[in-house]
Structure formats: structure tokens, C-alpha cells
């Protein structure tokens, strides 16, 4: 794996969490495929839901990445990584250290994420 496609995929990931702390539902569309569904601690989001939610009634005030671990195949990446953050989400505290792993596939020159799981750490 090259180290260039790596980095670009660090970078999309804090792009993603940045789109969402901001609202920006512009930017979440372009990194989000069509068939994007999320498992996390917030439940089960499909696309339209997160575009949503990342909108208004989520609300990040601080998220970091611990670790970021990628790995790729061909078109395809796993990113399995360690995320902290402090949020909620139409006032339900989603504050939480988590693990978290990314699918993500290049279609027509760019990533974007189809898949994301992630779990509350130590549970």
C-alpha cells in the first residue's frame, strides 16, 4: 500500500468527522456512497438519516482519532481506528471512546465511505 493513498485516506476520515462536528452536509455528501449505513452508538443510521442528523440534532463539540490503522485492496479499504468524542445527538449523550472500523471504496477516481461499525471501547 502506498503511503500516499494511506494518508489520503487519514485525511478523509478527519474530513469526515469534521463535516459532521460542522453540519456540513454538503461535504458529508460527497464522502458518504449512496448505500452508506452506519451501526454505531447511536443505533442504525442509513445515509439519508445521518445527512439528517449531522444537519442539526448532532452535535459534536470535540472528537479526536487515537489511532488510524488502514489497509488497502485494490479499490477497497478497511480502516480499523480508535476515536474519542464528546457529542450528542437530540440530546441523547453520545460521548464516548470507541472502535471504529471504516469501509471505504474508490469509485470514479475517489473514496468514499460505504460502511461504518463502531463500538463503545470496553464493552
Given amino acids: 500500500m502506498s503511503a500516499v493513498v494511506a494518508s489520503e485516506l487519514v485525511e478523509l476520515s478527519h474530513d469526515l468527522a469534521r463535516a ?52 488497502v ?6 480502516l480499523v481506528s480508535r476515536y474519542r468524542q464528546v457529542a450528542t445527538l437530540a440530546g441523547r449523550d453520545l460521548s464516548h471512546d470507541m472502535n471504529v472500523t471504516d469501509i471505504w471504496v474508490r469509485r470514479e477516481g475517489r473514496w468514499q465511505i460505504v460502511r461504518r461499525h463502531a463500538t463503545v471501547a470496553g464493552r
Avoid: K, M
Wanted: proline fraction near 5%; hydrophobic fraction near 40%; charged fraction near 30%.
Fill in 73 to 78: 485492496y485494490g479499490n477497497t479499504a478497511v
Fill in 20 to 71: 459532521v462536528s460542522e453540519h456540513d452536509v454538503p461535504a458529508l455528501e460527497e464522502l458518504l456512497a449512496d448505500e452508506f449505513t452506519l451501526q454505531g452508538a447511536a443505533g442504525q443510521l442509513d445515509r439519508d438519516e445521518l445527512l439528517a442528523a449531522a444537519a442539526g440534532p448532532y452535535e459534536i463539540e470535540e472528537f479526536a482519532y487515537e489511532e488510524i490503522d488502514p489497509e
